[in-house]
């Protein structure tokens, strides 16, 4: 089984609507993220949590909204919709443990998101 | 100046051919630095991380110039299946350690 996961893997929704992706990960990892990729402007963070009770705000996190449920459980939300919220994103993680080895970054397989 | 830049390519080699990408960093304080490769529409895995001795693994070789402020990576005996976007990954200073990417490079191996 994939150690990092994301749901769903493909959406597509109308503008205004409410969309939660989820992202759940068993590899035990304390830190959490989540990225939005569009071509030409690479990967950007949004939303990243380094446990439980800590949330901290991406370059782009205007429009969405997180909610870290357990260790395992990081979602993202967009509360309303709009279409150029469409993009890839990326759920990532990585291990808090001081060295070196904790910038390294494990990612989901990806959600694509279409908004109308 | 973008933190991290890289040449967008494509670069088109043939098959058994040696290339190499270089990537432009612009906070000298910059700890940590890496490779990551990612495959069209799939999410990117580490390649390598770059160590300021240089390191190798197989047949991909990454350097880090700190004075210059850039990294490389070489890949000798291309194969087809080294297609792929590489992206120029650097972990800022400070605290959290943020990772900042790079758009990547493109690279198309052919027969």
């Known amino acids: 089984d994939a150690d990092v996961t994301q749901t769903p893997r493909n959406r597509i929704t109308k503008t205004g609507k409410r969309i939660m992706l989820e992202c759940s990960q068993t590899?035990?990892?304390?830190?959490m993220y989540w990225y939005r990729q569009d071509p030409g402007l690479g990967l950007r963070l949004i939303y990243y949590?380094?446990?439980?009770?800590?949330?901290n705000k991406g370059e782009i996190s205007d429009g969405y909204s997180v909610s870290r449920q357990a260790q395992a459980k990081f979602s993202l939300s967009l509360e309303s919709a709009i279409p150029n919220q469409t993009a890839l994103y990326f759920c990532?993680?990585?291990?808090?443990?001081?060295?070196?080895?904790?910038?390294?970054?494990?990612f989901g397989p990806g959600t694509r998101l279409t908004v109308l | 100046r973008k933190e991290v830049e890289q040449d967008p390519g494509p670069f088109n080699v043939p098959e058994g051919a040696t290339v190499a990408f270089n990537c432009t960093y612009s906070?000298?304080?910059?700890?940590?630095f890496f490779w990551y490769r990612q495959d069209c529409r799939k999410e990117p895995k580490l390649l390598m991380s770059?160590?300021?001795?240089?390191n190798e693994d197989g047949r991909f070789t990454a350097q880090l110039n700190r004075a210059s402020q850039y990294i490389s990576l070489l890949i000798r005996d291309s194969k087809l299946s080294d297609s792929a976007t590489y992206l120029c990954?650097?972990?800022?200073?400070?605290?959290?350690?943020?990772?900042?990417w790079g758009l990547g490079t493109s690279l198309a191996v052919n027969p």
């Open positions: 990532a993680t990585s291990d808090l443990t001081g060295t070196r080895s904790t910038d390294t970054q494990y």
């Open positions: 590899k035990g990892h304390d830190r």
């Open positions: 949590s380094f446990d439980v009770k800590d949330i």
């Open positions: 906070n000298s304080a910059s700890q940590s």
């Open positions: 770059v160590y300021s001795s240089g």
């Open positions: 990954v650097v972990t800022n200073a400070g605290n959290n350690r943020k990772l900042i």
